[in-house]
């Protein structure tokens, strides 16, 4: 695929503190989970945990940006869990000292935090194809996203579960469940949902918050998104994927592969649509009968779980 | 077939049979509550009547807010408050109910969609989480008049530890529900004619294939792996009759939302729940673990739908390999 020289700029970045609500890491990307769910359970380990996955992204992101993205992909993963354990070992040593129940109370998630997905996946989706100051302003903006949403996770496990705020006793009834794992994913699930909600209402209303302008892309990532939705529904498998999970294509009906590429994009958005239009006369003829709207929503849903951050770049 | 008829039509001939089927489970359910009332007096009336209440309640705000319609004419809601209290005892605090009717619809129902699309038993997910966040509560069983004087200790948790010797009990007790348990569950002689008029009612006939799936496998494994010494038919029995198994195969599996379409899978998701539920009840720490051994099974339907799709696909591979279809040539 050919390459572009330059960083991309999209709007996103032009609301990026919005993103932090909108493509909220926790409860929107569902990535870092793991020691949210487990040890979260209090405002104290909550801040702990978003303090440490700031820094990691603060220093990751901008490095990969300037140094890193010229390595590849699978040199720079390990790259980024190097500087993570860099950063957490002396981090565990300088808390035991300081304050050792905390740490006791993080059990193995406070040294797993060097293995940070959040990192790992911001860098890989976001910094390594951008400048510095865009990918420091992705990590402040995920790092706050992260931070306010673990705060309130832990405000809310604390409070129900232990009958607590910040180890001050407020009720003597709590609810045990919230203490375990599956009550993490309970109060993550509520309040993702609860966003969905929020967000639903407030475009509703005509009020929209950060990334939801991503819409309005740049010209240069428009004609990113046009190019892998092409490449993407030229491979023979994934179009025979796509077309039987929008249930055109029997089990044992064949599709001839494409011979011919697709012709060029054109300007209009959104380019999912576009794709799914230009290649729906060959698919009708194969299967000879007309592609309903599932296979656009399909080919939809497949380009925006792939080109999450553009994702224009071969790496 | 429904393809001529106009939507409207169709959505009021679904809201009508989800409204008689929940209706019929609400009329199923009534004579567990007299048992419970007959046993118990009228506290176990009042919590039966605070839990639906609630369940009502947070369905018609919830309903509103997040669905945006009003989903509680289908009387889905007074079931899972109803079927929540029947398997707390008696003599508990109403907040459990509340507690667990709450969770059960603001939780595991109305996020998903409603009724029709929940991929867990509302009911069961609300025992389930009182179970887990108030055991002490949940285990706390009222004491009765009509209970068997011989151990004041439930069946469930009497086999749990082995020490469940037949000659102790008479059957006709157990199967009248006079043991110390939940309050609705135990009646197993009212649960057994139930599952008859199940039988005998059009609509329902198929829903028991799960029941019996469960059933049958429950037995089999309480006579493979006996907990009552030297007699493996007291065991069978004593498994079946013990804890909320019985209302759980007969009430709560055959839940239309999540029950599959299909009368093979039916029987294979009863037999999955049944396995799970004897393998909760053998290594779990509670005495009551059906509800979880329910949700797993909710948890796992999507799997067996898959495997039963791949099966059909190669299948039809196999068919068109052997035929040399049409589309061979191209």
């Given at each position: 695929?050919?390459k572009?020289?330059?960083?991309?700029?999209?709007?996103?970045?032009?609301?990026?503190?919005?993103?932090?609500?909108?493509?909220?890491?926790?409860?929107?990307?569902?990535?870092?989970?793991?020691?949210?769910?487990?040890?979260?359970?209090?405002?104290?380990?909550?801040?702990?945990?978003?303090?440490?996955?700031?820094?990691?992204?603060?220093?990751?992101?901008?490095?990969?940006?300037?140094?890193?993205?010229?390595?590849?992909?699978?040199?720079?993963?390990?790259?980024?869990?190097?500087?993570?354990?860099?950063?957490?070992?002396?981090?565990?040593?300088?808390?035991?000292s300081?304050?050792?129940?905390?740490?006791?109370?993080m059990?193995?998630?406070?040294?797993?935090?060097?293995?940070?997905?959040?990192?790992?996946?911001?860098?890989?989706?976001?910094?390594?194809?951008?400048?510095?100051?865009?990918?420091?302003?992705?990590?402040?903006?995920?790092?706050?996203?992260?931070?306010?949403?673990?705060?309130?996770?832990?405000?809310?496990?604390?409070?129900?579960?232990?009958?607590?705020?910040?180890?001050?006793?407020?009720?003597?009834?709590?609810?045990?469940?919230?203490?375990?794992p599956?009550?993490?994913?309970?109060v993550?699930?509520?309040?993702?949902?609860?966003?969905?909600?929020?967000?639903?209402?407030?475009?509703?209303?005509?009020?929209?918050?950060?990334?939801?302008?991503?819409?309005?892309?740049?010209?240069?990532?428009?004609?990113?998104?046009?190019?892998?939705?092409?490449?993407?529904?030229?491979?023979?498998?994934?179009?025979?994927?796509?077309?039987?999970a929008?249930?055109?294509?029997?089990?044992?009906?064949?599709?001839?592969?494409?011979?011919?590429?697709?012709?060029?994009?054109?300007?209009?958005?959104?380019?999912?649509?576009?794709?799914?239009a230009?290649?729906?006369p060959?698919?009708?003829?194969?299967?000879?009968?007309?592609?309903?709207?599932?296979?656009?929503?399909?080919?939809?849903?497949?380009?925006?779980?792939d080109?999450?951050?553009?994702?224009?770049?071969?790496? | 077939?429904?393809?001529?008829?106009?939507?409207?039509?169709?959505?009021?001939?679904?809201?009508?049979?989800?409204?008689?089927?929940?209706?019929?489970?609400?009329?199923?359910?009534?004579?567990?509550?007299?048992?419970?009332y007959?046993?118990?007096g009228?506290?176990?009336?009042?919590?039966?009547?605070?839990?639906?209440?609630?369940?009502?309640?947070?369905?018609?705000?919830?309903?509103?807010l997040?669905?945006?319609?009003?989903?509680?004419?289908?009387?889905?809601?007074?079931?899972?408050g109803?079927?929540?209290?029947?398997?707390?005892?008696?003599?508990?605090?109403?907040?459990?109910?509340?507690?667990?009717?709450?969770?059960?619809?603001?939780?595991?129902?109305?996020?998903?969609?409603?009724?029709q699309?929940?991929?867990?038993?509302?009911?069961?997910?609300?025992?389930?989480?009182?179970?887990?966040?108030?055991?002490?509560?949940?285990?706390?069983?009222?004491?009765?008049?009509?209970?068997?004087?011989?151990?004041?200790?439930?069946?469930?948790?009497?086999?749990?530890?082995?020490?469940?010797?037949?000659?102790?009990?008479?059957?006709?007790?157990?199967l009248?529900?006079?043991?110390?348990?939940?309050?609705?569950?135990?009646?197993?002689?009212?649960?057994?004619?139930?599952?008859?008029?199940?039988?005998?009612?059009?609509?329902?006939?198929?829903?028991?294939?799960?029941?019996?799936?469960?059933?049958?496998?429950?037995?089999?494994?309480?006579?493979?792996?006996?907990?009552?010494?030297?007699?493996?038919?007291?065991?069978?029995?004593?498994?079946?009759?013990s804890?909320?198994?019985?209302?759980?195969?007969?009430?709560?599996?055959?839940?239309p939302?999540?029950?599959?379409?299909?009368?093979?899978?039916?029987?294979?998701?009863?037999?999955?729940?049944?396995?799970?539920?004897?393998?909760?009840?053998?290594l779990?720490?509670?005495?009551?673990?059906?509800?979880?051994?329910?949700?797993?099974?909710?948890?796992?339907?999507?799997?067996?739908?898959?495997?039963?799709?791949?099966?059909?696909?190669?299948?039809?591979?196999?068919?068109?390999?052997?035929?040399?279809?049409?589309?061979?040539?191209?």
């Amino acid at each position: 695929m050919q390459k572009h020289d330059g960083p991309l700029v999209t709007a996103k970045e032009r609301h990026w503190l919005g993103d932090a609500i909108v493509a909220n890491p926790i409860l929107v990307q569902a990535v870092g989970l793991a020691p949210v769910v487990a040890v979260a359970t209090t405002v104290r380990a909550a801040l702990l945990l978003a303090a440490v996955t700031a820094a990691l992204l603060l220093i990751c992101e901008p490095l990969t940006a300037v140094l890193l993205r010229k390595l590849p992909a699978w040199l720079r993963v390990p790259c980024y869990f190097a500087i993570g354990l860099a950063l957490v070992v002396p981090l565990v040593f300088l808390l035991e000292s300081m304050d050792a129940p905390i740490v006791a109370s993080m059990d193995i998630f406070l040294p797993l935090l060097a293995l940070n997905s959040v990192v790992a996946v911001r860098c890989e989706r976001y910094a390594v194809l951008r400048a510095a100051p865009a990918a420091l302003r992705d990590a402040a903006a995920n790092a706050a996203g992260y931070a306010a949403a673990a705060l309130l996770i832990g405000f809310l496990r604390e409070l129900l579960g232990h009958g607590s705020v910040w180890g001050r006793h407020t009720a003597d009834w709590n609810v045990r469940g919230l203490w375990m794992p599956f009550g993490g994913f309970l109060v993550i699930g509520l309040l993702a949902a609860g966003l969905k909600l929020l967000l639903r209402t407030l475009s509703e209303h005509g009020i929209i918050i950060g990334a939801h302008r991503a819409m309005e892309l740049a010209p240069e990532d428009r004609e990113v998104r046009k190019e892998k939705t092409r490449k993407l529904f030229e491979d023979a498998e994934t179009r025979r994927r796509v077309l039987r999970a929008a249930g055109v294509l029997l089990p044992e009906e064949e599709i001839p592969p494409t011979t011919e590429p697709a012709p060029a994009p054109t300007e209009e958005p959104p380019p999912a649509i576009e794709s799914a239009a230009r290649a729906a006369p060959k698919q009708a003829d194969a299967v000879t009968r007309p592609l309903p709207d599932a296979v656009l929503a399909a080919l939809q849903s497949l380009e925006e779980m792939d080109l999450e951050g553009g994702g224009a770049r071969d790496t | 077939m429904d393809e001529k008829q106009p939507r409207w039509k169709q959505v009021l001939r679904e809201s009508r049979a989800l409204r008689r089927w929940n209706l019929t489970s609400l009329g199923l359910s009534l004579p567990l509550l007299f048992v419970g009332y007959y046993y118990y007096g009228s506290s176990a009336l009042r919590l039966a009547v605070i839990s639906a209440l609630t369940a009502v309640a947070c369905e018609a705000v919830a309903g509103r807010l997040v669905l945006r319609r009003r989903t509680v004419d289908d009387w889905n809601a007074v079931v899972i408050g109803l079927w929540i209290a029947l398997m707390l005892p008696a003599g508990c605090s109403p907040w459990l109910g509340v507690t667990g009717a709450a969770f059960a619809v603001l939780v595991v129902k109305i996020p998903f969609g409603g009724t029709q699309s929940a991929p867990f038993i509302p009911a069961a997910a609300g025992f389930a989480f009182l179970t887990v966040c108030f055991p002490e509560r949940v285990f706390a069983y009222a004491p009765s008049a009509f209970v068997d004087p011989i151990d004041s200790r439930p069946l469930a948790a009497l086999l749990r530890g082995g020490q469940f010797t037949p000659r102790n009990w008479n059957i006709s007790s157990i199967l009248l529900g006079q043991t110390v348990g939940p309050m609705g569950t135990g009646g197993i002689l009212m649960i057994a004619v139930v599952l008859l008029v199940m039988l005998l009612l059009h609509g329902r006939r198929s829903a028991a294939l799960a029941s019996f799936g469960f059933l049958a496998i429950c037995a089999l494994t309480a006579y493979l792996f006996p907990r009552v010494e030297n007699n493996r038919i007291a065991s069978v029995w004593m498994e079946l009759c013990s804890g909320s198994l019985a209302f759980a195969a007969v009430y709560l599996l055959p839940d239309p939302a999540s029950l599959p379409a299909r009368w093979f899978t039916r029987l294979g998701y009863g037999a999955m729940a049944g396995l799970l539920a004897m393998l909760l009840r053998y290594l779990g720490s509670y005495d009551e673990n059906i509800c979880f051994a329910l949700l797993l099974a909710n948890a796992s339907l999507p799997l067996l739908e898959r495997a039963r799709a791949e099966l059909r696909h190669i299948r039809a591979e196999r068919a068109e390999k052997k035929g040399g279809g049409v589309n061979a040539k191209a």
